[in-house]
Each structure stands twice: as structure tokens, then as C-alpha cells.
């Protein structure tokens, strides 16, 4: 069985402040990872992945996020963080053939950024 | 534009009654999904369904049906036998393991 555990559930900053949103996953199958960010009252929209390749993804609004297959980790960072960015972030993990090919969720950090 | 319409955005209905949420895609993907959204619990599968006229059993079925008789449409219908059925309610259609989802529909039962 997979799962996904985020290990906090609100993240206050302050803008232009740097943020780490920490997720770490457990699997006995090869994986693949996801971060999803859902604004109030909307769908989840994917934020970026990891397939393969290099361990290190960004996404085209700053945020990254490092694949550490040692430590079972896919923390996700941001240098300097705006207002916009006030968002619930969901980290996933897909397995492989073994899990069905079922997308598990953590259960979500909020991230709150303050003027 | 191609996406995912869940409809209506908001629902509300009587205990005792059975309500059905629709989901479309127009993304052509062959494999769909429904979620529930409760606070501070993240995500859970009801149920999902990888091509037309096929569907599993997710982690949280029970009190809950689906039918997929058309490869755009994923109906989830949510039974009197659902104990707890006030939440968010989220589908989701995917293509190689990457997930689109629909605005939601939030029901309240009272």
C-alpha cells in the first residue's frame, strides 16, 4: 500500500518570504509524484510532477520541488512567496502496476501568505 | 477549451434522498475518477473507472454508485445509505497519471 503523509497542515508566511512544504511518501513500487494547488471553492489543478529523470521539477509560476528517493521526500520550496500564492497544496503519489495505478493523496497544507 | 463540467456547483437536498452528480469530460480520456473533499482530510477515492462500461470500488464506495455507459460522462449517484454525505465532491478524468479535475460540486443533506 502507498501513502502520502504532509507534515504540516498551515504554513503562515510573510510575502516575498522563501516556504518549504514539506511531503513524504511510502511505496513498494516504483513512483510517481505530483503536487496539486486548489484555490478556495475551485478543482485541483496540477502544480508540477515527477516521472523520471532529473529529480529536481519546476513549475512555470517559481515553485520547485526535489524527488529524494533516500529520504522518501518530494518537499516542495518557493525562493519568495506572493499573496497569490494563498493556496491548499496537495501532494500525490502514483504507483505502479501494484497499486492499480490509484493516485493517493495527502491530506493537504495550507499555505497562507500575509502582506 | 477542453475540460472537465461538474454540475450543479452547489446541491442540496433532504436526508433520505438519493442525488446524482454528473461529471463530463470532453478531453477524451479513458479513465475517470471520483473524489470526496472533507476538511483537513485531503482527498478519498469513491470510485473509479479506467475505460467505458468498467468501474472499481475506491477506498470509501460504500453508500455510493456510479455508471459509465459513455466514455465523456461519469455519473456518481450518492444513496440514502450514505451515513455521512455533506462534502465536497470532486471528479477527475487522467491520461498518463497526471489528473484533470472539475470545479466540484459541494452537497449539503439535512
Known amino acids: 500500500a502507498q501513502s502520502v503523509t504532509q507534515l504540516d497542515s498551515q504554513v503562515p508566511v510573510f510575502e516575498e518570504a522563501p516556504v518549504e512544504l514539506r511531503c513524504n511518501y511510502s511505496s513498494s513500487v516504483s513512483v510517481y509524484l505530483f503536487w496539486y494547488v486548489q484555490y478556495p471553492n475551485q478543482g485541483l489543478q496540477l502544480l508540477l510532477k515527477y516521472l523520471s529523470g532529473s529529480t529536481l521539477v519546476e513549475s512555470i509560476n517559481g515553485f520547485e520541488a526535489e524527488f529524494n528517493k533516500s529520504q522518501t521526500s518530494f518537499h516542495l520550496r518557493k525562493p519568495s512567496v506572493h499573496i497569490s500564492d494563498t493556496a491548499e497544496y496537495f501532494c500525490a503519489v502514483l504507483g505502479g502496476r501494484g497499486s492499480n495505478y490509484k493516485l493517493t493523496f495527502g491530506k493537504g497544507t495550507l499555505l497562507t501568505v500575509n502582506p | 477549451d477542453g475540460g472537465i463540467t461538474q454540475s450543479p456547483k452547489y446541491l442540496f437536498r433532504k436526508e433520505g434522498q438519493n442525488v446524482t452528480l454528473s461529471c463530463e469530460q470532453n478531453?477524451?480520456?479513458?479513465?475517470m475518477y471520483w473524489y470526496r473533499q472533507d476538511p483537513g482530510q485531503g482527498l478519498r477515492l469513491i470510485y473509479y473507472?479506467?475505460?467505458?462500461?468498467?468501474?472499481q470500488k475506491g477506498d470509501i464506495a460504500e453508500g455510493y454508485s456510479v455508471s459509465r455507459e459513455k466514455k465523456e460522462s461519469f455519473p456518481l449517484t450518492v444513496t440514502s445509505a450514505q451515513k455521512n454525505p455533506t462534502a465536497f465532491y470532486l471528479c477527475a478524468s487522467s491520461i498518463g497519471g497526471s489528473l484533470h479535475f472539475g470545479n466540484g460540486t459541494r452537497l449539503t443533506v439535512t
Open positions: 473507472s479506467q475505460i467505458v462500461n468498467d468501474f
Open positions: 478531453l477524451n480520456h479513458d479513465a
